[in-house]
């Protein structure tokens, strides 16, 4: 199976080959990887072998048959049709094609039925999004849901390398190159992604419209506040669900359990919850701190972790490919 990583020296990247290196799914892989010409040549060792980044180019000639793209909105508009026009099943992460009526938005365990065969250009959903709707689905299912208030706690490795080094370097007392336009080390900038005229950042509109169309119901109404916070491990959410249908907490313990890819940790007796230390390098979706909320009919509170590097983009990536090879869609 060849398979082009497009992006491969970023922060997700070099995940998404971890993931692949880890998967049971692809058993020999060809590597195709590719990264920004200053990269071109450069040595990556992967299943024991050690590659050349190659140009886009030289990897859409080479025809894989996945092509994974992690390398912004800009490469992948240009690129992405390239490759899904020669029959290569192309993956998303950036924001480019995610709104797109004709592309599927996918989190394999919700909507993985919404791939198929036709379909050569998939849409990886952002981060937040994906651990979000992972929680939602199953008790959307049940009990039919009808406003989410969100606060997201959003790790550095979300913007990449150079956040990571500005928070080492202000946590070391040391000057350098900065991504944010305040400090990040002990504080909370409640500032992810852009700015829109109507206040809210580009984080949290992606909140609002992907969850309605990965879960096709543009009914719910969703707000969300997005909050970068001086974290390595992952995303931390605050999530409040309001109901159509009433619920009982056990129900809803035992529907979350019982989801594919979410590990309940709800036990405040023994402090046990999910924090973003113990997310790290793992693949599931985290959630404690479920309770009613006594002010609200039919509504929740829940407390949602994950590793944004991994189940919030590489590992839901390679997921989407294994969707294809498990179900013969090549």
């Given amino acids: ?32 990887p590719v990264a920004s010409p200053a990269s071109t040549g450069r040595e990556i060792a992967f299943g024991g072998d ?63 039925h919404a791939i198929t065969r036709k379909h050569r250009l998939v849409a990886n959903p952002n981060c937040s999004t994906i651990q979000m709707v992972m929680a939602l689905a199953p008790l959307h299912r049940k009990y039919t849901i009808r406003r989410v ?40 900038l409640p500032h992810a ?14 909140l609002l419209q992907e969850t309605q169309k990965i879960l096709n119901d543009n009914t719910i109404r969703i707000t969300a506040t997005a909050v970068r916070v001086p974290v390595l491990g992952g995303h931390s959410e605050s999530v409040n669900i309001a109901f159509e249908n009433d619920f009982n907490l056990t129900d809803v313990r035992d529907i979350l359990a019982q989801s594919k890819g979410i590990l309940v940790e709800d036990d405040f007796h023994a402090m046990r919850y999910p924090m973003p230390v113990n997310a790290r390098d793992r693949d599931e979706v985290f959630v404690g ?42």
């Fill in 149 to 188: 208030v969100v606060s997201t706690y959003q790790s550095v490795t979300g913007t990449g390398y150079k956040a990571v080094r500005q928070l080492e370097n202000e946590r070391k007392g040391e000057r350098g190159d900065r991504v944010y336009p305040h400090p990040i080390d002990l504080n909370l």
């Fill in 50 to 112: 050690v590659y050349h980044v190659v140009s886009m180019g030289d990897a859409l000639e080479a025809n894989p048959h996945f092509a994974i793209f992690s390398a912004g909105s800009s490469i992948s508009q240009e690129w992405a049709p390239r490759f899904a026009g020669e029959n290569i099943v192309v993956i998303d992460n950036s924001s480019a094609w995610r709104m797109d009526p004709g592309v599927p938005l996918v989190v394999p365990e919700v909507n993985g």
């Fill in 1 to 32: 199976m060849k398979i082009a990583v497009i992006g491969v020296t970023g922060l997700v990247g070099r995940t998404v080959l971890k993931v692949l290196q880890e998967s049971n799914v692809f058993s020999h892989i060809e590597l195709i």
């Fill in 193 to 206: 992604g852009d700015f829109d005229d109507n206040g809210y950042t580009s984080e949290e509109i992606k």
């Fill in 289 to 330: 701190r479920i309770r009613r909320d006594f002010s609200n009919a039919n509504s929740l509170n829940m407390w949602i972790v994950s590793d944004n590097l991994r189940k919030g983009a590489a590992t839901n990536a390679v997921q989407i490919a294994e969707h294809y090879v498990i179900n013969k869609m090549m």
